[in-house]
């Protein structure tokens, strides 16, 4: 809880990182070391192996969704097999009510609000929908965001009321060190959906080593601040989405 208290985070949400695969034991030992006052977990699994009763005895730890990455991992899908894919992690999660946390590139969410629509669980979108942005020198301020491919897609899936989206990482995507690539994306979820919108640190920043997360945290609270959501975004929607109150 050391970062977290750096930048007055007191409640914080573990998300498995894609490096450990399904091997959750660190998360775990973490989450039995914070306990489920402050601490929730996004754990890794095999949906078609995992036992109920595993998902219960984590889910009592303080677990409440999964992860899948279909990004960084280079994933190959088909509409047809994405559908498949995520019915079966569906299907292992819904008895707990617990969310599927995504990361995938937003020009692949327009497959996904097309197979996404009766899955019947909460949906986490991770890194703002992972957009392509344009490279500085090819850039004009300020962004269209429906320019983006998919962007429209993930607001038809957030005001269905069903999907939540990560204002996290945009350091990984966007170049520039103020952030106006993804400033205009933040600046319209904000708008559509606020209620829907939740802050991830990134931590420990995998590949950006050193890295200062403050200026991030800084741009967000400034968003989210015009808006008057920042309350919502730094904890009630995590609250909802994580199931957080019990």
């Given at each position: 809880?050391?970062?977290?208290?750096?930048?007055?985070?007191?409640?914080?949400?573990?998300?498995?990182?894609?490096?450990?695969?399904?091997?959750?034991?660190?998360?775990?030992?973490a989450?039995?070391?914070?306990g489920?006052?402050?601490?929730?977990?996004?754990?890794?699994?095999?949906?078609?192996?995992i036992?109920?009763?595993?998902?219960?005895?984590?889910?009592a730890?303080g677990?409440r969704?999964?992860?899948?990455?279909?990004?960084?991992?280079?994933?190959?899908?088909?509409?047809?097999?994405?559908?498949?894919?995520?019915?079966?992690?569906?299907?292992?999660?819904?008895?707990?009510?617990?969310?599927?946390?995504?990361?995938?590139g937003?020009?692949?969410?327009?497959i996904?609000?097309r197979?996404t629509?009766?899955?019947?669980?909460?949906?986490?979108?991770?890194?703002?929908g992972a957009?392509?942005?344009?490279?500085?020198?090819?850039?004009?301020?300020?962004?269209?965001p429906?320019?983006?491919?998919?962007?429209?897609?993930l607001v038809?899936?957030m005001?269905?009321?069903?999907?939540?989206?990560?204002?996290?990482?945009?350091?990984?995507?966007?170049e520039?060190?103020?952030?106006?690539g993804?400033?205009?994306?933040?600046?319209?979820?904000?708008?559509?959906?606020g209620?829907?919108?939740?802050?991830?640190?990134?931590?420990?920043?995998?590949?950006?080593?050193?890295?200062?997360?403050?200026p991030?945290?800084?741009?967000?609270?400034?968003w989210?601040?015009?808006?008057?959501?920042?309350?919502?975004i730094?904890t009630?929607?995590?609250?909802?989405?994580?199931?957080?109150?019990?």
């Open positions: 809880m050391k970062f977290e208290s750096s930048i007055g985070v007191p409640n914080i949400v573990l998300v498995q990182p894609s490096i450990y695969g399904n091997d959750n034991s660190c998360l775990l030992d989450l039995k070391a914070i489920p006052r402050h601490g929730r977990g996004v754990v890794g699994i095999d949906p078609d192996t036992e109920l009763g595993t998902l219960r005895q984590w889910h730890l677990v969704g999964v992860r899948l990455n279909l990004k960084s991992n280079n994933t190959r899908f088909t509409e047809q097999s994405l559908h498949d894919t995520l019915r079966r992690y569906a299907a292992a999660i819904k008895p707990l009510d617990w969310a599927l946390e995504l990361f995938i937003m020009e692949d969410i327009e996904l609000e197979v629509g009766d899955l019947g669980v909460r949906l986490c979108i991770a890194h703002f957009p392509k942005l344009p490279s500085i020198d090819r850039r004009t301020y300020p962004q269209d429906y320019s983006f491919v998919g962007f429209q897609s038809n899936m005001r269905a009321g069903k999907t939540w989206v990560k204002f996290s990482a945009a350091y990984r995507f966007d520039d060190p103020e952030m106006r993804i400033e205009a994306v933040a600046k319209e979820l904000l708008k559509v959906a209620d829907r919108v939740v802050f991830a640190s990134d931590w420990p920043h995998t590949r950006f080593d050193g890295l200062d997360v403050r991030f945290v800084e741009k967000c609270l400034e989210t601040d015009a808006e008057g959501l920042t309350e919502a730094f009630r929607n995590a609250q909802e989405l994580w199931d957080a109150k019990d």
